[in-house]
């Protein structure tokens, strides 16, 4: 008696759920439905992938390689170690508008930032603006934890300390004189990473929360006066230090570093002569890496991408074939039956 109470006190409630008996819809997949369908999904496909390639194919790329291990390239003399403070030039020149908005990239070879031990190698409630951890960082930070001194560094890590710092300034060639081409660097990290990911300390002047520490070891100035020239793109917020810290995937990789979008140069850069100076600062010959600039415009599918264009018509071509097959199998197995 106390079993069947037992029993009934855990069988579930007589309902149409509890007891799987609610109204379902199982599809018949027919070839009537499937051959058809699949046309259809290869059509649209096949539409998408010729929307993508054209659009792609008319998006406009210029790069230029300045890694400077050629002995005719103007940055070999950057190469040696030894050079401090050097500048090389690179010339271009347009034979027609490159039409804007124009996004000057700096690009990275056999770099690999998706390796685990370089991504973690950070201190995330210390790049939060959390004080206290300034003076502790965590051990992840190590080798760049601390400098020789047992100072705290600030902002710790190897993701931090490698951050690109060659710098540039493009010329326009116009009669002999140079006209500078205005770079607009605001916004260009993510929203995400700007308003919600880094915090700087709510310490003011900023210079202050940095007190008792010191700068990673390979910067040239620390982190709150990264830009000398506008105090808001200073501290952890900086959009050039945020576009670093963003990781990319592949090692082969590009990273925005300026928009080009303001005065003469609104609609694009003109056709004529161009002169691209460079500050280089940054290491690469060591792990067999490779520098380049890249000046690129936008469409409404984003940069140039050929690949989706090609998946899609791929997958598109595929549905057809398949869908020509299935009805020539049901045409020789299946009609003969239905006489």
């Not at 799987?20 to 027919?30: E, K």
């Not at 103007?74 to 030039?89: I, Q, R, Y």
């Not at 690179?90 to 370089?118: K, S």
């Not at 694009?268 to 380049?292: M, T």
Request: hydrophobic share 40%; charged share 20%.
């Amino acid at each position: 008696m106390v079993k069947e109470e037992l029993s009934s006190a855990n069988r579930p409630d007589n309902t149409a759920f509890t007891q799987q008996r609610l109204p379902a819809w199982q599809p018949i997949l027919s070839a009537g439905i499937i051959i058809p369908g699949f046309v259809l999904i290869g059509l649209a496909f096949i539409g998408i992938g010729v929307a993508l390639f054209v659009t792609s194919q008319n998006i406009t790329v210029l790069e230029r390689d300045y890694t400077g291990i050629e002995t005719d390239s103007s940055c070999f003399k950057c190469t040696d170690p030894d050079v401090k403070n050097c500048k090389c030039t690179v010339n271009i020149n347009l034979d027609q508008l490159f039409e804007g908005p124009v996004f000057f990239y700096y690009g990275l070879t056999n770099y690999f930032q998706n390796y685990r031990r370089y991504g973690v190698s950070r201190d995330d409630s210390q790049l939060s603006g959390h004080r206290e951890n300034f003076l502790d960082p965590i051990e992840d930070c190590a080798p760049y934890q601390y400098d020789a001194n047992k100072k705290p560094i600030v902002p710790c890590g190897l993701l931090a300390n490698s951050m690109f710092n060659d710098t540039f300034r493009l010329y326009q060639i116009i009669k002999g004189t140079k006209k500078l081409v205005p770079f607009d660097g605001k916004g260009i990290a993510w929203w995400t990473d700007y308003n919600v990911k880094y915090r700087n300390p709510s310490i003011t002047p900023l210079k202050d929360a940095f007190n008792g520490t010191v700068k990673p070891l390979f910067w040239s100035r620390p982190a709150y006066e990264l830009d000398p020239t506008d105090p808001a793109n200073n501290g952890f917020i900086n959009q050039d230090f945020l576009v670093w810290m963003r990781r990319a995937a592949l090692p082969d990789f590009r990273k925005l570093y300026r928009r080009i979008t303001e005065g003469d140069y609104a609609a694009g850069l003109p056709a004529g002569n161009y002169s691209l100076e460079i500050e280089y600062n940054y290491p690469v010959v060591g792990f067999n890496g490779r520098k380049k600039v890249v000046f690129s415009n936008v469409s409404w599918m984003g940069g140039k991408n050929q690949f989706l264009g090609i998946a899609y018509l791929v997958i598109g071509s595929l549905c057809v074939v398949m869908s020509l097959v299935m009805l020539i199998v049901y045409a020789k197995f299946k009609f003969p039956d239905e006489e």
